[in-house]
């Protein structure tokens, strides 16, 4: 049978999921993950240049370093907003969907697991806002956003006059000194790397097969539903 | 044992030194403290005033060269009157008795002196088997250390061995090697890093104590802030050279020449916490960098773990002495990107039907 008449026989009805703050807040931090990143890269690993120039005359390595603390700062202002508007936001940015305290959140990601990951089942995604194995996986983001800040700040702490770094100076301290804390930070970086990949690639197959406009969802707020569907959501204390 | 405390001008002056030079060392140490001009005759008064207090100063697993380094001390007084003359009452590697008479002076000291004398600690203390590997006078060194932190007035960890191990903690660390400060409880520990530390740093704790009769303020690791506040990397004269993006690519190309930023060769001034940048070694001649080797970072614990000396990052662990976080991270995104293309492959094939008509087959959403 012809494919889009097939597609007509599914009626999808538009449910608003993320509010604007949601989405402004994930692509600011989508940016400065990605600028700290590349400026990050080139600090640790900075490109081979001969020339015959004077310091003086030049400072571009200050700069990409620059760049790295402004948006370590747009990072860290953003992360703590969101994690307040894990308290202020809707039912599919409240904290509760991100920390699996309940049996049905690990049933829920196993479940996942066996549709999306092994493809031995098939069955839609029950869950409107992320799935439950998603939610883990954004639950260990956060905690590598708060390393990633606590290891970054805290090597700050030596080289900025400012009272905020000083406030993590403590971490190279309890690291054992500023190497460690600073590998640690440079690994971390790899992870944000592959999650990236992993989380853009997922992004495009759940749009694909589930044809409930994901993708957009991050633009505009909306994303569809099946006509007739249940929605099964993590329970949220009313 | 006589209780006969001069103090260290009556013993410069014994010694030969005119007072000119007394105060010439006092102004140094002054400016070595950090302290205002106006506080030089402080240190002068001081140091005329001041008993000499005893010092034991014990080697447990070392080299020797915390001492070696403090007796070039770019300042001829500060060798002779802080550790030639003065103190010492009992030090394996220059005392003249030896033997019984060596084990017994030590035991004096420590009678005679309780609570005022000085301890001084060279080398780190091994602990594993009992920590037979290092036995001095039949006893063990962590036996010699215990007995002596009773009276100690204050505790002074020379070095990176008796702060934090230095390479006999190295992995494996066979013998148990183990810093001061794990070992003494309920006791302040100055731990004057470096391997060695600056000679004018050792001086400066020494007079520090001397002076203010109270430990300098210490850093979070146990380090005296007035030498180990700043990093290497911001006292640093290649330091323009960092922020120009001018780099060393390798020990004989053009920019080692030009003195570029030694950071791609490894340098650890950036994670490195020492006054090397400001005064310098051997009478401010040199240090490291300025004869063109990146720091390897002597003054922070672990440092001989945190390799490879000549890379910037360090090795991976698990895997391997040539790995990286970048060896390591481009591996993980290989991996990652063939396991993405698997899985699109294997979607279009087993969710075909999921895909095409958007419905599971009926038997599948059984299960
Ligand atoms: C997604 C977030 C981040 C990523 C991916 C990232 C990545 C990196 C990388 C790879 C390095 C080089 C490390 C090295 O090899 O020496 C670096 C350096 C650094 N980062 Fe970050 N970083 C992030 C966030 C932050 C934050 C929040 C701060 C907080 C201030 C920060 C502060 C620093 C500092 C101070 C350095 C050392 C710069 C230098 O010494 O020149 N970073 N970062
Ligand atoms: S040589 Fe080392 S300490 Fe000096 S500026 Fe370069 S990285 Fe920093």
Known sequence: M???????????????????????????????IAILSVTGYIIGDPPAIQSASEASYSYWFGTVRYVHFIFAYVFLVNFV?????????????????????????????????????????????????????????????????LLQVLTGFGIYAAMSPAWFPQLFAWVPALLGGDLLTREIHHILMWFFILFAMVHVYLVFYHDYIERNGVTSSMIGGWKFQEEGKEEREIELDK | MAKNQKTYYEIAIEKGYSRRDFMKLSAMMAAFLGLESSSIGQVARALETKKRPPVIWLHGQECTCCSESFIRSSHPLVADILLDQISLDYTETLMAPSGYQAEKSLHDTIEAYHGEYILMVEGSIPTKEDGVYCCIGGKTFEEVLHESVDGAKAIVAWGNCASSGCVQAAKPNPTGA???????????VINVQGCPPIAEVMAGVIVHLLLFGQIPELDRLGRPKAFYSRRVHDTCYRRPNFDAGLFVQSFDDENAKRGYCLYKMGCKGPVTYNACGVTEWNNGTSFPIKSGHPCLGCSEANFWDNGPFYEHLPKFPGFGIESNADKVGLGLSVATGVGIVAHAISTNIRKRKLIQEGECEPEENES
């Not at chain 1, 494919?3 to 009805?13: F, G, I, W, Y």
């Not at chain 1, 940015?93 to 089942?121: F, G």
């Open chain 1, 2 to 32: 012809d494919k889009a008449l097939q597609s007509e026989r599914m009626l999808m009805h538009p449910k608003y999921v993320w509010e604007v703050p949601v989405r402004i807040y994930h692509w600011a931090n989508a940016l400065s």
């Open chain 2, 178 to 188: 183990t810093p001061v400060r794990k070992l003494v409880k309920g006791k302040p």
């Open chain 1, 81 to 145: 907003f969101r994690v307040y508007w894990g308290f202020a936001g809707n039912r599919y940015a409240n904290w509760r969907n991100y920390i699996p305290y309940s049996k049905r959140h690990w049933m829920d990601m196993w479940e996942i697991t066996k549709v999306d990951v092994l493809q031995v089942k098939c069955s839609n995604n029950p869950n409107l806002g992320h799935n439950a194995l998603a939610s883990f996986t954004y639950f260990l983001t956060f905690l590598a956003f």
